[in-house]
């Protein structure tokens, strides 16, 4: 029987986040997208500037009996860098923000769990500032936005940045990658 779960992160840009995720046993689906401004149905193109509140995200649908949220979230927490505020590489802004969407207090107590494990063992030689957020709405992107690293593979971009994050998951979880 299955447990179908969702975990919603932010952790930089969603083609990067994506192709590390949807490359996991248990991981049945996972949506780009925005969550936590203050606009309804925004797109890429309004929050691209930063100012309307929304972080690019992604929203994974799980199995919890094959891959646990707390598995999910420290693969999060290693394919980015959750350290440095409203960026990731060279993407900067608010848009581009770490940040947890917990989807129940279960999620929130793990997420509160692991960042104290990982501070508390220096794990990232600086603080981690990943915002814990409660579960508010998620709007999807753009179709071309989903699966772009699967679908661009030689897209510029996604080769300096997306293929190294997936490859660096691969390796590291080899054990977890779908086969």
Not at 28 to 37: N, P
Not at 118 to 133: K, S
Not at 167 to 179: D, E, F, G, N, P
Request: net charge neutral; aromatic share 12%.
């Amino acid at each position: 029987m299955s447990n179908e779960q969702i975990a919603i992160f932010a952790g930089g840009c969603f083609w990067c986040t994506e192709p590390v995720f949807s490359q996991l046993k248990g991981v049945s689906k996972v949506v780009s997208g925005y969550i936590g401004g203050h606009m309804q149905h925004p797109t890429y193109k309004t929050i691209c500037n930063g100012d309307t509140g929304h972080a690019e995200a992604i929203q994974i649908t799980f199995d919890a009996n094959n891959i646990s949220f707390e598995t999910l979230l420290e693969i999060f927490f290693v394919s980015h860098d959750p350290t440095t505020p409203n960026r990731q590489g060279n993407d900067v802004g608010t848009q581009y923000r770490s940040a947890v969407f917990c989807q129940n207090d279960t999620q929130r107590d793990a997420v509160k769990k692991m960042i104290a494990k990982f501070n508390a063992a220096n794990v990232f030689n600086a603080p981690i500032v990943t915002q814990i957020n409660g579960a508010e709405t998620f709007y999807s992107a753009e179709d071309y936005h989903q699966y772009y690293f699967a679908n661009n593979p030689n897209q510029p971009y996604c080769l300096a940045v997306a293929a190294p994050k997936a490859a660096k998951i691969r390796a590291k979880y080899a054990a977890l990658i779908k086969s």
